[in-house]
Nanobody, 116 residues
Framework: QVQLVESGGGLVQAGDSLRLSCTASERSFSSYAMGWFRQAPGKEREFVAG????????YYANSVKGRFTISRDNAKNTVYLQMNSLKPEDTAVYYC?????????WGQGTQVTVSS
């Protein structure tokens, strides 16, 4: 299991930006595909964005495409989620996920609240 620690959440207004970070304890971080998920109150956890272990391929939910950007710095064992043009419906706890074969690890989550 990989230890993942998210940071960067907070309370912002609609239209603002935030950058989330997720740092992994695993030295072989570069061999993991990484993703961001979110869970709003009363809703199921949903996929937000994903990035391949090389960083060459990225994937986005339709709801965030064009506003959010996922990236990774393998030298720092860190994956980022740049969130622009935030909307109240982006309010949720955001979770970092690391996957490699059968290994599937989650962070503790960071709260993002967007006020209208």
């Amino acid at each position: 299991q990989v230890q993942l620690v998210e940071s960067g959440g907070g309370l912002v207004q609609a239209g603002d930006s935030l950058r989330l970070s997720c740092t992994a304890s695993e030295r072989s971080f570069s061999s993991y595909a990484m993703g961001w998920f979110r869970q709003a109150p009363g809703k199921e956890r949903e996929f937000v964005a994903g990035i391949s272990w090389t960083g060459d391929h990225t994937y986005y939910a339709n709801s965030v495409k064009g506003r959010f950007t996922i990236s990774r710095d393998n030298a720092k064992n860190t994956v980022y989620l740049q969130m622009n043009s935030l909307k109240p419906e982006d309010t949720a706890v955001y979770y970092c996920n690391a996957v490699r074969g059968p290994d599937d690890s989650w962070g503790q989550g960071t709260q993002v609240t967007v006020s209208s």
